[in-house]
């Protein structure tokens, strides 16, 4: 590396003429024919949407993963002056002319192309012949999984790029180690890993798994450091730092910094809105932030609310009445207390109003000036429109038996008294005389009688007879110990009530809310929310035509077809090198099989290689074998819809462990058989070509012949 | 580490301090000298684990009859007790190991079955329910003597294995939970004496093949089988002692003195005792459970049909039916998918906004009258039980429509979506005393056959395609809301995948004008009921899955608790963690230490690395578990981490008074510490006494027992 800097010519020109030569033909092989075709193609159709939410600058949740590889693809819309309108509905839908294709899938394919100049350094970092770097960077370039992943708006070559780049830097700064810590160059590759790695985390939480396995090794090699005498503590203290300070703490912040300009990017309400809580939602330009700009901010006695539940699951949903009351007798024989229903209905409406009364005094009225309820006080709830109570009693639930009814009371009952009174907690509270505060506070309220608490429970459907569409029950819970957010709820919309007559509350609760204070929440506070909303949120568990589960990916006993021309048979299909994965698994079974006879014979003190041959051997295999074991091993305890392409970070590893398999065993084949099986390489990525670019379009006879598997679903059309 | 060992066991600590407390054997006079200090008296120990047991027993058999009443899952594992005694055939998810056990204490203390266990709350009044409570308390008392013995051979020191003793004989959750008729006193005795037989092992390394070596070793093989055979969760400890052994023979591997056929016969002893052992005794658990239970019961539907003709009283029990399908035939389908269910409707319809508003299709496990169907022609609507009319055979690729016998609805799909698989049809009742439209009917085929042939009873794997929109009726083993009784859904799928759950059997068949023949070719060998139980228990298990808005316990609350001790633990394992570390990175770097301090530091290391080891093996998997978790399964990691707290105080106290140069101070410390700790845990448990023995039983009058199980949780709670 010393010489490198001394004799820049001579040295950089040799590596330059091999990387520049795999860089040009990554390039062509990805960028050839870029924008065909010019239709949506497969999962286009989901980052498609999130582009053009992007350019219009509207706010959405995604749980595939963190923002940073949208925020790519909105990239290369942006650069190419798209402006977001189009319909994405259908895989096969023509591009209308204001999309840029090409501008949209560049980056992907960029991405992809460098991949393979990046395979070929790692094996140079990692100590093996420039042979055997060439092999593998040329086994990059002709596999056509990673060729049609590569070249649509997709994110597994962003992902592959990233995590290639941060085992490539990690090697160059560990390979510095030695010679030159602390220099320029070593602090550069040791930066631009902790960046990489955040990158790649930050595109697609797979990304993760790479992450971890660098920091064991980086803990790893530390360790080793600290057993050598030669060095100083306070050296050691220095070094632990840097890592720490490069590995830890600049990922973290730069993944912070992603959600910043994604949040700052995306001001505006959207279709996601819902599942966040009231006060992210008010932070958002239009939506809720229109209806409760200029709020009072403390609810007082006489205050007029709309109580919303915060866990939002199954959906959002408001503390609703109405007139009906509950059946007497249930479907199942159970009887009811034939009183007023409530429930959490899931659409604005005027009966979700309520009035926060004292249940000291008559007035329904803000007093002036208002007196705020704070933590800990007794209200009673009134239902806006009929003036009734909220109440709850010893009656069972009309779906959760085991649960107390709440209804609101009707005084016809001499048996049942009233039970109306409430206490108010409020669960973030910072001190137990907090003020209840529109929107910020969530609260609990507690039956003062019985001390059950209220909570919305699951779908009711069975005895509404006005009602169209779903509703959720409302229920007082007595097992109240645990937190859970359907017990939590908070204020909406509120506005101080001034309408003592009943007559004019209806024509007052009709109208919108209106008043002055905006409310922000700070970026740490958004961030956890929107953190907390991706990872929890479940989306319906989907069945999909070519979803596949992991055991099926090491064979390849499964394709996915990507795009069929409309008219002609030309397809485009996820579908590998048939040589490549055959043989990347035997190179892997192969290494496992080898290192573990060498480790029982090293460790009965035979040593079949030389010492360096064999750290080699084992660094190799820690990248390679591991890099494969945590991008695919995961995928076996994950409960989602899994597809072929989640194995291609997996696979990238498991290929650069043919070339230092191969190099090992050199001595033992000829090279000649090297040439065929390489020659077989290439001859496969060319029969396949067809169905990875989706052109030239084949004959209905040309398509069966490529069915090599029957598991395979080449599609075929009738005539 | 392996160096380390025998040096110290030379020193003269006892290997079995049960046996006797010598301090014989050679060694360096300095040693043994130490030894003496550190443990005074010589028949301290015996006298310690005497009163360690003593205690314990009478803190778990205090007022062990009360309540008289049913608490908490004693209605349960109970109830399966009974099951045993009256040798009626159940379905659980756990292995039946423990449920056995308890069945032979209540059949031996002369419980006779009868009490029906019904829900928590009930009273016993005359039944003998005190054995069973009896047989678990003593199995919860073995607990602390054993954990005694398993610290006092990891560190070596009596204080801290005294102090482990205390934790758990103080705890109030681990006399609650040894107090009951449950299974985890039973799994967590099997759990810990696995732990102990393998200390012991390790500790005979350096006399390998001698008769206590084999002894420990085969007891570890056992209590590895009891434990798997009482819960899965047994499997944590199968590989804690895996993970012990493959360290154990890598050392061995790597020591040249043993030759390769030393080796070759160590690796057989442990192939032998550690898997070969277990896996017989296990087998043997599932063989003594399949003869017990030879009667009918409440857990046949789980089964296929094969399985069920073995029961005694099952209707497949000497089954004699008609052999090939015919049209008006009555029959029931099930499902062939691992506890797949029956194809079942009834008159309830699907809630309002789910797919058409007809008449609800699911899959049901239970027998049934709403199971039957008539087998009709489609296009024929003519009775078909007129006796005079020829039996005509179903043959495969007919085109039938089956009709439900009791609601005289038939089976019917359309493009509406599923109520949980989205992306499938929706499958419904429809139609007016079998009058319906084109869409009832279904091409019924059966896997690998031909066209025109018939269609065997129960023998044949049937699919059944919708002939209008090409799906295939299936059962995609999701449960139903609230609305569907909680049943399994059934759909029609448009993915032409060939799996279990798109296929099904005939089970039941009735035609009064077919004869009936015998079928004994279905009994199924003892190798594939071994399978098809676990593939059933396995489904139940993950299929225990929350529902929404249920209030459930998390992992991570697990050891945070409102005790004392629990929060003693829990610091103790931050302390831990910070000491290894900082114990490693000394020796790492090549620090020159005392024989005392290296002694210290091989205990902190390799004692307190298995037991930490143990603690996050019993933990963090929980943390991967989608299935519901209830803060009971945190008990058996309570155990090691109770372990590692009295490691860890111990090693530190000491350490402390090394630092401190005066003899008399540092004994002082040492003295006061230890003291200080015991006197902690004492007035805990005077402060939370009464939950395990005073209010927590009657309170459970809940119907439902997974509400009484969070309301036992609760109990913990001020």
């Known amino acids: 590396m010393l010489g490198f800097l001394k004799n820049p010519v001579v040295v950089t020109a040799e590596i330059n003429m091999n990387l520049v030569a795999l860089t040009v033909m990554g390039l062509i092989s990805r960028l050839w024919g870029l924008s065909y075709p010019q239709a949506v193609v497969f999962d286009e159709v989901y980052y498609g949407q999130f582009v053009s939410l992007y350019m219009k600058r509207i706010f959405f949740v995604d749980d595939s993963g963190p923002p940073f590889g949208h925020m790519l693809l909105a990239l290369g819309g942006y650069l190419g002056g798209f402006d977001g309108n189009f319909l994405w509905n259908r895989i096969g839908a023509e591009y209308s002319a204001n999309v840029p294709v090409q501008s949209l899938r560049l980056l992907p394919a960029l991405a992809g192309a460098l991949c393979v100049p990046l395979a070929y350094q790692i094996l140079v970092e990692l100590q093996f012949s420039h042979c055997a770097a060439l092999g593998a960077a040329l086994l990059i370039l002709l596999e056509n999984s990673l060729i049609t992943q590569s070249r649509f708006m997709l994110l597994e070559s962003i992902l592959i790029f990233f995590i290639l780049l941060a085992v490539l830097s990690y090697l160059k700064f560990y390979n510095l180690q030695r010679h030159s810590f602390f220099s320029g160059s070593w602090w550069f590759w040791l930066l631009l890993t902790g960046v990489a790695c955040s990158c790649a985390v930050g595109v697609k939480y797979m990304g993760l798994f790479t992450y971890i396995l660098l920091l064991a090794i980086a803990g790893l090699h530390f360790w080793q450091m600290i057993g050598d005498q030669n060095l100083s503590n306070v050296s050691l203290i220095c070094h632990f730092l840097a890592r720490g300070l490069a590995l830890i703490i600049i990922p973290v912040a730069m993944y912070l910094s992603f959600f910043y300009v994604h949040l700052t990017l995306l001001y505006r309400s959207g279709p996601h809105d819902q599942i966040m809580t009231s006060a992210f939602q008010a932070s958002l330009e239009g939506g809720l932030a229109r209806i409760t700009q200029g709020q009072p901010l403390e609810v007082a006695y006489g205050s007029q609310i709309t109580l919303r539940n915060v866990l939002g699951k199954p959906m959002q949903c408001w503390l609703h009445s109405h007139t009906n009351t509950y059946p007497i007798r249930y479907e199942n024989g159970r009887g009811s207390s034939h009183q007023q229903q409530v429930t959490c209905y899931p659409f604005k409406d005027v009966n979700n109003w309520w009035i926060v009364k004292d249940p000291g005094m008559q007035q329904l009225v803000v007093s002036n000036p208002p007196r705020p309820v704070r933590h800990g006080h007794i209200v009673q709830l009134v239902h806006g429109i009929t003036t009734r109570y909220l109440n709850t009693h010893d009656v069972a639930a009309p779906l959760s038996p085991h649960s107390q009814e709440v209804s609101c009371y009707i005084d016809y009952n001499i048996s049942m008294p009233a039970q109306n009174l409430w206490r108010v907690e409020i669960v973030n509270r910072e001190s137990d005389t907090d003020v209840w505060k529109t929107i910020l506070s969530e609260v609990r309220f507690v039956h003062v009688n019985t001390s059950a608490v209220l909570k919305a429970g699951g779908f009711m459907n069975f005895h509404l007879e006005v009602q169209t569409g779903r509703t959720l029950e409302v229920v007082g819970e007595k097992l109240s110990k645990g937190y859970h957010q359907s017990m939590v709820w908070n204020v909406e919309e509120h506005r101080y009530g001034k309408s003592q007559e009943q007559k004019e509350r209806e024509v007052e609760l009709h109208s919108p809310t209106q008043m002055d204070i905006s409310k922000n929440l700070s970026f740490m506070a958004k961030f956890t929310e929107l953190q907390w909303k991706i990872l929890t949120l479940k989306n319906e568990d989907t069945e999909h035509k070519y979803s596949s589960s992991a055991l099926d990916w090491i064979t390849m006993d499964t394709n996915i077809a990507y795009w069929l021309h409309p008219t002609s048979g030309a397809q485009i299909h996820l579908l590998g090198n048939v040589v490549t994965w055959a043989s990347a698994n035997v190179a892997a079974v192969v290494y496992m099989c080898l290192s573990l006879w060498y480790l029982i014979r090293r460790r009965r003190r035979i040593y079949d290689i030389p010492e360096g041959k064999w750290q080699r051997w084992v660094s190799a295999g820690g990248i390679c074998v591991g890099g494969w074991a945590v991008n695919y091993l995961p995928f076996f305890v994950m409960e989602k819809t899994l597809f072929l392409y989640h194995y291609l970070p997996a696979l990238t590893f498991q290929i650069l462990l043919i070339p230092i398999v191969l190099q090992h065993l050199s001595d033992h084949l000829c090279s000649a058989l090297t040439v065929a099986w390489f020659s077989s390489v290439y001859l496969v990525y060319c029969t396949f070509s067809p169905v990875t670019y989706g052109k030239p379009s084949l004959s209905v006879a040309e398509l069966k012949q490529l069915r090599w598997k029957d598991s395979w679903n080449i599609l075929i059309r009738k005539q | ?718």
């Open chain 2, 1 to 718: 580490m392996r160096r380390a060992r025998p040096a110290a066991a030379g020193g003269g600590a006892p290997r079995m301090p049960a046996a006797g407390g010598g301090q014989a054997g050679p060694g360096p006079l300095r040693r043994r000298r130490r030894e003496i200090r550190r443990l005074p008296g010589g028949p301290a120990r015996p006298a310690a684990l005497a009163l360690v047991t003593l205690l314990s027993f009478a803190s778990r058999f205090h007022r062990l009859p009360e309540p008289p009443h049913v608490c908490w899952d004693e209605t349960h594992f109970g109830k399966m007790g009974s099951y045993y005694i009256n040798r009626t055939f159940f379905f659980d998810v756990h292995p039946p190991l423990g449920k056995m056990l308890i069945g032979l204490a209540g059949y031996l203390s002369g419980y006779d079955g009868t009490f029906p266990f019904q829900k928590p709350g009930d009273r016993y009044e005359q039944h003998n329910y005190v054995g069973m409570r009896g047989f678990c308390a003593f199995l919860g008392s073995c607990l602390v003597p054993f954990a005694y013995l398993t610290v006092l051979e990891l560190s070596r020191s009596l204080p801290a294995a005294l102090l482990t003793a205390f934790i758990l004989i103080f705890d109030t959750g681990c006399i609650t939970l040894s107090q009951y008729i449950l299974l985890d006193p039973i799994l967590m005795f099997f759990l810990m004496g696995a732990v102990l037989c393998m200390v012991k092992c390790n500790s005979c390394a350096d006399r390998p093949f001698s008769a206590s070596w084999w002894f420990w070793l085969c007891l570890t093989g056992v209590n590895l089988a009891g434990a798997m055979g009482v819960k899965f969760v047994g499997l944590f400890v199968v590989l804690l002692v895996g993970l012990n052994t493959i360290c154990d023979l890598w050392d061995l591997l790597g020591d040249l003195s043993l030759s390769l056929v030393m080796f070759g016969k160590h690796l057989l002893a442990r192939v032998l005792c550690l898997i070969l052992l277990p896996l017989t005794l296990y087998t043997a658990m599932f063989a003594v459970h399949f003869t017990v239970l030879n009667k009918s019961g409440p857990g046949d539907g789980f089964f296929s049909s094969a399985f069920q003709s073995q029961l005694i009283g099952n209707n497949l029990h000497n089954v004699s039916i008609p052999e090939y399908l015919a049209y008006g035939s009555v029959v029931t389908m099930k499902n062939l998918r691992m506890a797949g269910g029956y194809l079942h409707s009834h008159w309830h319809l699907y809630p309002e906004g789910i797919g058409a508003r007809q008449q609800q299709v699911t899959a049901y496990l239970h027998k049934d009258l709403n199971n039957l169907w008539i087998i009709k022609k489609h296009d024929l609507d003519t009775d078909l039980s007129d006796p005079s009319s020829p039996v005509e055979f179903v043959r495969h690729g007919d085109i039938i429509r089956l009709e439900h016998k009791e609601t005289c609805r038939n089976l019917h799909s359309h493009q509406h979506e599923a109520p949980l698989t989205r992306k499938h049809f929706q499958v419904t009742g429809y139609g007016i005393n079998g009058t319906g439209d084109s869409n009832d009917f279904w091409r019924i085929e059966v896997v690998g056959g031909k066209a025109g042939k018939l269609i065997k009873v129960l023998r044949s794997q049937v699919r059944l395609t919708h002939v209008a929109t090409g799906c295939i009726l299936g059962s995609s083993g999701k449960t139903l809301p609230k609305w569907g009784w909680e049943q399994v859904e059934v759909t029609c799928t448009p993915y032409l995948k060939e799996t279990p759950n798109s296929l099904w059997n005939f089970e039941d068949h009735i035609n009064p004008k077919l004869p009936n023949i015998s079928l004994d070719v279905l009994k199924p060998s003892f190798a594939e009921i071994l399978l098809e139980s676990h593939m059933v228990m396995i489904r139940g298990n993950s299929g225990l899955k929350p529902k929404d808005n249920e209030v459930t316990s998390k992992p991570w609350h697990w050891p945070i608790n409102y005790q004392v001790i629990w929060w003693l633990n829990l610091v103790t394992i931050g302390l831990y963690l910070l000491m290894a570390v900082s114990t490693a990175v000394t020796l790492k770097r090549g620090v020159q230490l005392t024989s005392e301090l290296k002694e210290l530091s091989r205990v902190v290391l390799c004692g307190g690395g298995q037991i930490t080891l143990g603690w996050l093996l019993h933990y963090l998997p929980f943390f991967l578990m989608g299935r519901v978790l209830y803060f009971h399964h945190y008990f058996p990691a309570m155990l090691f981490s109770s372990m590692l707290t009295g490691i860890t105080w111990d090693t530190l106290l000491k350490f402390c008074a090394r630092v401190l140069s005066p003899r008399i101070t540092a004994r002082k410390v040492y003295g006061g510490g230890f003291l200080a700790l015991v006197l902690l845990i004492i007035y805990s448990f005077y402060l939370f006494h009464p939950l395990s023995y005073g209010m927590i039983g009657p309170m459970a009058s809940d119907p439902s027992s997974p509400m009484a199980g969070l309301r036992w949780m609760d109990s913990w709670e001020f």
